[in-house]
């Protein structure tokens, strides 16, 4: 009788009662791929990674494979061809750069509806890192640099909560379509994006040397910009999501994460501790922080053990993910959402659409309230807003107005200044094409191929970790 009745408890029950701990009901430790590239920013990605991100993490019981970029678009490879079922994010320890790569690989694949689904995350090591800027911004933290920003944004990494993303396709002059999380601009800002690059050494200091140099010798573009506006700019309500301990994006209540920091390698000793059931586990040594494989990691993926004694002089100080000083990268064939408000490039834009053709100093399209981490550039915007925030500024703008607006721009107050030569404008899509022979386009900070360029914004179609529950909502 006694043993019927017992064979008629759930097993987890069971589990409580006798004592005993099967590992099926134990909560599986978040999954993460890290991708860092070593020589990014000032070129100290591995050894904030080591002081910083790996202890932090671990005693937030995330497991994790670090994989080190070896070359460009190597991020964008790796993650074509994962299986993203073994995965519950993917996070770069880099610049904005990087997340482009990977942003862009997971829409190369041919499940890119699912793939880009994937949540994403960026721990900021590079020079500009504008996303990080607008997380650390939207999950309610002042203003931030350096490591108090990598700080801030190791801590909303850990606690996990997810929000939906716009991204922003491009399409070039030579048919090349990818897809955008930052920005695209011309002129002033480009300019400076690139032409700072032999001072990457300085960090984000590169940018306002660059910004000095180009003051004092600036330059206007001949430009036809054309756009439909967004009359009335109507904010979605964004709804958070949680990743859950089985990988699925479901409502998940977390306990506070302490600012603690525990034995690297932690969250993989934890997983050999309940895979053999031990009573106890104790070991004295540390395993290396270059790679922590996660339980069921791709055999594939091997993890690249990089060390600065083996990056060449003449590389470390640039960014080896894109020479942005070099040739543009060639892109594979991009799948996505069609892009019904675009028509061809080589035909005009509709009539309901709004054309200018000026002199300008910069154009600058964003959907991101950080053009870098001090730069507060839009500060109206949201994740998924809907929305493309154009900028230009016309000609005419003399050098001490231009210094002013990037002044002010550090807080978010050069709107107020009601400058007539700077130009705001919400939009949905847009096309611009340079008159002027020679110029330089960037997207998200990297360099693509000059000439006739249009975007459209793609609602909500990425997931952000953003570790905020909901993010700040302000009017025009």
């Avoid at 994010?89 to 190369?108: A, H, P, R, T, Y």
């Avoid at 997810?162 to 002033?188: E, H, I, K, Q």
């Avoid at 807080?411 to 008159?435: D, M, N, S």
């Avoid at 006739?452 to 905020?468: D, E, M, R, W, Y």
Wanted: net charge negative.
């Amino acid at each position: 009788m006694g043993s019927a009745v017992w064979s008629d408890v759930p097993s987890s029950l069971q589990c409580r009662v006798t004592g005993e701990i099967s590992l099926t009901l134990q909560p599986k430790p978040r999954r993460l791929m890290l991708l860092l590239n070593p020589c990014g920013g000032r070129g100290n990605a591995l050894q904030q990674c080591h002081t910083h991100i790996l202890p932090i993490i671990t005693e937030a019981d995330i497991s994790y494979n670090l994989i080190q970029t070896e070359r460009q678009n190597h991020a964008r490879e790796l993650v074509q061809s994962i299986n993203l079922e073994e995965w519950d994010g993917i996070v770069v320890i880099s610049g904005d750069g990087l997340l482009f790569e990977v942003v862009n690989g997971l829409m190369e694949r041919p499940d890119w509806e699912d793939a880009i689904k994937m949540p994403v995350g960026i721990l900021p090591c590079g020079s500009g890192n504008a996303l990080a800027g607008a997380i650390n911004y939207h999950a309610g933290f002042d203003q931030a640099m350096g490591s108090e920003l990598l700080l801030n944004c190791i801590l909303l990494l850990c606690r996990g909560t997810v929000m939906p993303m716009d991204l922003v396709s491009v399409t070039t002059c030579s048919g090349a379509r990818f897809f955008s999380f930052l920005s695209v601009a011309w002129g002033f800002i480009s300019d400076v994006d690139i032409e700072s690059e032999k001072y990457r050494h300085m960090g984000s200091a590169r940018f306002t040397v660059g910004t000095m140099v180009r003051v004092a010798s600036l330059r206007t573009y001949r430009g036809r910009l054309s756009y439909l506006p967004v009359l009335d700019a109507h904010r979605p309500i964004c709804r958070s999501i949680t990743l859950s301990p089985n990988g699925n994006l479901s409502p998940l209540k977390r306990s506070q994460l302490h600012r603690t920091i525990s034995d690297i390698g932690l969250c993989e000793e934890r997983n050999v501790m309940c895979k053999r059931s031990s009573a106890a586990f104790d070991t004295g040594e540390l395993p290396s922080f270059e790679t922590s494989p996660s339980p069921g990691s791709p055999t594939a993926l091997n993890t690249s053990r990089f060390t600065f004694d083996s990056v060449p002089d003449d590389q470390m100080q640039q960014d080896v993910l894109l020479p942005n000083d070099k040739e543009p990268p060639t892109h594979n064939h991009v799948n996505g959402p069609e892009d019904d408000l675009l028509p061809p490039l080589n035909q005009p834009v509709p009539k309901s659409w709004v054309t200018v053709e000026e002199d300008f100093v910069l154009v600058l399209g964003m959907y991101q309230t950080h053009l870098g981490a001090d730069l507060f550039t839009a500060p109206f915007s949201c994740l998924d807003d809907g929305l493309i925030h154009l900028f230009f500024v016309k000609a005419g703008i003399s050098r001490t107005a231009l210094v002013r607006l990037f002044l002010a721009m550090e807080k978010g107050t050069h709107i107020e200044l009601e400058c007539p030569y700077l130009v705001h404008v919400p939009v949905q899509a847009f096309r611009l094409e340079p008159l002027t022979r020679k110029g330089i386009l960037t997207v998200d900070g990297e360099r693509v191929e000059y000439g006739p360029v249009q975007a459209q914004i793609h609602h909500g179609l990425s997931n952000v970790i953003s570790g905020c529950d909901r993010i700040r909502m302000s009017s025009f």
